[in-house]
């Protein structure tokens, strides 16, 4: 990540951990300005995004974070997610995302986890 939309900016973050979600705030050229889940802002160059839709398991309570079997806060819950858990999200509906970690995939509410907004 970089202060500014070049490399000639100086570089002020080095993420290495793969699939973090990010959130696009801008567009200049072939750079994006992102925001991480911490609210950290700067620019980092397109080739180094992907156009997956991810998601992280917030720690706001500390617990793990229930995937259930339908979108419904009263369906059976299949796996659980520990905070700081990365994962693959599709199929989103007003207030569930299906929610994919390594091949396990349940529905979670979008408030237990930070990534890109709901389709609409």
Not at 22 to 38: G, P
Not at 53 to 75: C, I
């Amino acid at each position: 990540m970089r202060t500014g939309p070049s490399t000639e900016y100086p570089t002020m973050w080095l993420y290495k951990r793969e699939k973090l979600p990010v959130k696009i705030l801008a567009r200049y050229k072939s750079w994006r300005k992102i925001e991480d889940h911490e609210g950290t802002q700067g620019w980092m160059h397109a080739r180094l995004l992907s156009a997956g839709r991810t998601g992280l398991v917030l720690a706001t309570s500390g617990k793990p974070v229930a995937m259930r079997a339908m979108p419904d806060e009263n369906a059976k819950i299949v796996w659980l997610a520990e905070p700081g858990v990365v994962g693959s999200l599709s199929q989103c509906e007003r207030t569930w995302c299906l929610f994919d970690v390594t091949g396990r995939q349940g529905y979670v509410s979008i408030t237990d986890i930070w990534g890109d907004e709901p389709l609409k």
